[in-house]
T-cell receptor, first 113, second 110 residues
Framework: DSGVTQTPKHLITATGQRVTLRCSPR?????VYWYQQSLDQGLQFLIQ???????AKGNILERFSAQQFPDLHSELNLSSLELGDSALYFC????????????FGPGTRLTVT | GQNIDQPTEMTATEGAIVQINCTYQ??????LFWYQQHAGEAPTFLSY????GLEEKGRFSSFLSRSKGYSYLLLKELQMKDSASYLC???????????FGQGTELSVKP
């Protein structure tokens, strides 16, 4: 158990819908990261927050957005869902957010039908 | 830019030793990570190398050569539970974003 929690564990929804994934970092970690993992793509970085501020952005679609709240939990919002958005979404956290080891949550498996 | 290469698959026998290689190209090196990921589960941190040489941690060791852009993960006394994907990753531009290789799927056979 890494200490990072994610909810929900599974999510099944229809195309065109919007969902919110939630992540709580390990106690003491200020930085949160979101990654997408699909079968043919491997782990792809989406976005990073550090103490409430966006720090780095990957190839995150405009339909996706995220934020980190004052209590350091983070939410990833996915809208206008498409079949290709079906994937495992992982949240990770680290203390400093600059090249230190990241600890991953159990992931949310999103299935878009 | 960043580029990471790992073999796609490897097979080894229970009790044996296996070496998983990773080559990388990065602008501004800030260390290299190895993660283990069982199917459908979260990646778990195995090791971090920032200086050249071998870091040993129980049955797992990781080696780095910065001049060659090369690392390997060495797994000894293989167990069936070591069957998993092994991911090599480097931070992007010395920041927090990790660039992952595609992973090496290791199958341990009895």
């Amino acid at each position: 158990d890494s200490g990072v929690t994610q909810t929900p564990k599974h999510l099944i929804t229809a195309t065109g819908q919007r969902v919110t994934l939630r992540c709580s970092p390990r106690s003491g970690d200020l930085s949160v990261y979101w990654y997408q993992q699909s079968l043919d793509q491997g782990l792809q970085f989406l976005i990073q927050y550090y103490n409430g501020e966006e720090r780095a952005k990957g190839n995150i679609l405009e339909r996706f957005s995220a934020q980190q709240f004052p209590d350091l939990h983070s939410e990833l919002n996915l809208s206008s869902l498409e079949l290709g958005d079906s994937a495992l979404y992982f949240c990770a956290s680290s203390v400093e957010g600059r090249g230190d080891e990241q600890y991953f949550g159990p992931g949310t498996r999103l299935t878009v039908t | 830019g960043q580029n990471i290469d790992q073999p796609t698959e490897m097979t080894a026998t229970e009790g044996a030793i296996v070496q998983i290689n990773c080559t990388y190209q990065t602008s501004g090196f800030n260390g290299l990570f190895w993660y283990q990921q069982h199917a459908g589960e979260a990646p778990t941190f195995l090791s971090y190398n920032v200086l050249d040489g071998l870091e040993e941690k129980g049955r797992f060791s990781s080696f780095l050569s910065r001049s060659k852009g090369y690392s390997y993960l060495l797994l000894k006394e293989l167990q069936m539970k070591d069957s998993a994907s092994y991911l090599c990753a480097v931070p992007y531009n010395q920041g927090g974003k990790l660039i992952f290789g595609q992973g090496t799927e290791l199958s341990v056979k009895p």
